[in-house]
């Protein structure tokens, strides 16, 4: 295909996706909303159609226009059940599952997901919600400020901001909680965030054991990718790599999540690779002591480059006194810029 019908396809696509948003003529309140808003089928998510457009209004409604513009959901937030994700409790209507290979292009308020060239989903955030990496649920300072069992409950940071174009590294499934109560979430990963936070997360739930899928939140929404199944003792690999995608898409972010045979990936042209904060993390959701949260976790091979040049690291273990509380034998463990260990009471 020829350089001018890429173009052609792409500004198709756009014009597709854009479209025109017409006043509301449906209505259809008293929805209940538990699940991520996303143009796939699948578990745990809450299905509308491809080419679909999410409103955030001002007034704190959040509405969904099919592809022919006509309004097929229209939900209250606050009626709207709050989820975890790896960067905190969100609200459903704020989280979106796209295939693996999806791309992220946020310009302004509005934000379009693209695979294979053809816009999937666009979401515009007329809101007047306070911007945040992270939400009011999960303050950027991480765990140290928060008031419960929860949240981030260890991790090293790496506070330095620099230039960063890639950050890989490897880590084992650990063995499951022991007991958990049925709602109970663990997330392990690691990461790296400026104007957003890019994830490859290891997750597991009481509902659905050991998952991983690629991860990307930006302001008030976000997006994963399709979630594959691994076991306990798999070997886990999670890669964010700053590389130029073409005349397409330019520069982009590419965040890969690999473990037992499954790859699953998203990108995002968001930011650049400037002002990098990068962290090894533990993070946890409904938890009420040991039973409920895992074995040990190991991270080893941790590569923080820029332009293929080692990028001096200096972590900074933290553990979440709150969660110390309940907790026992919470520890972060680094034994080099290389190699960090999560530790449990497991």
Known sequence: MNRKRIALGVAVSLIICIGLILPSAISEKDKTIKFALSPM???DVYPIPVGSTI????????????????????????????????SGFVKATHVHQV???????????????????????????????NKKIVNDAQPKTFGRYSDGPGKYIEFAT??????????D??????????????????????SMQDNGIIQPVLEYSTWGNWKIASWYCNG???????????DEGDSIHGIMNYEWA????????TITTTGNGYSTTIHTIDFDDKNMTEQVAFE????????????DTLFTNLNIKNNGRRVDVTWVPIVDSADAEYLDDLYVRVYSDYKVRLETAN
């Open 41 to 43: 089928e699948g578990e």
């Open 284 to 295: 946890a959701y409904n938890i009420d002591g040991d039973e409920d949260v895992p074995g």
């Open 55 to 86: 409103v955030h209004l001002p007034n704190g409604t959040t509405e969904v226009y099919g592809p022919q513009k006509e309004l097929i959901l229209s939900v209250e937030d606050k009626d709207v059940e709050m989820i975890p994700t790896p």
């Open 246 to 253: 073409g005349h397409l898409w330019e520069w982009r972010w």
């Open 220 to 230: 008030n929404d976000c997006y994963h990718s399709t979630k594959k199944p691994v």
């Open 158 to 167: 790496d506070d330095s901001k620099d230039t960063v174009d890639h950050y």
């Open 169 to 190: 590294g490897y880590w084992t499934v650990p063995s499951s909680p022991p007991n958990p109560d049925n709602n109970v979430i663990n997330y392990l990963f690691i």
């Open 99 to 129: 295939p693996s290979g999806a791309l992220i292009d946020t310009k302004g308020d509005t934000t379009k997901v693209y695979k294979d060239e053809r816009c999937l989903l666009t979401v515009i955030d007329h809101s007047k919600i």
